[in-house]
């Protein structure tokens, strides 16, 4: 499997900064891992992931960014369960106009703690979802 850099701008990344990331790069997933660097799976060659250039996510920053995206429930669901998928709705731009978005989120926890997130990218549309 061939790896790829794929740089973001800020330090302290935000769930918008691997949002955009995710689209501007086409990819179909991403995955969180804990103490590990962010990765894209990039279809365009099959076999193909990037690595997103920031410091690899620790505890505390896995549970900001599924916070960012769950609801309380969900967040119960996480911690009483160990597992949790949800549906992320974003609005971003394409080509200068509004887009709306969704990912498919699937949230793993060990100990209460998020360990694992995955961002499966459902297709952008022009009307709200």
Do not use: W
Request: hydrophobic share 35%; net charge neutral; with cysteine.
């Amino acid at each position: 499997m061939e790896r790829k850099e794929h740089h973001m701008s800020e330090p302290e990344f935000t769930m918008k900064d691997l949002r955009e990331t995710v689209l501007s790069e086409c990819s179909p997933c991403l995955c969180l891992t804990v103490d590990s660097q962010p990765t894209l799976t990039l279809h365009r060659t099959e076999g193909q992931f990037g690595m997103v250039d920031v410091s690899p996510v620790n505890s505390e920053k896995m549970d900001a960014l599924f916070r960012s995206v769950a609801s309380p429930a969900q967040a119960q669901q996480l911690k009483s369960k160990g597992c949790a998928e949800l549906i992320y709705d974003f609005e971003t731009t394409k080509f200068g106009q509004p887009a709306f978005g969704r990912f498919r989120v699937e949230a793993k926890a060990v100990n209460r703690k998020v360990v694992s997130l995955k961002f499966h990218r459902l297709p952008l549309s022009d009307q709200p979802i």
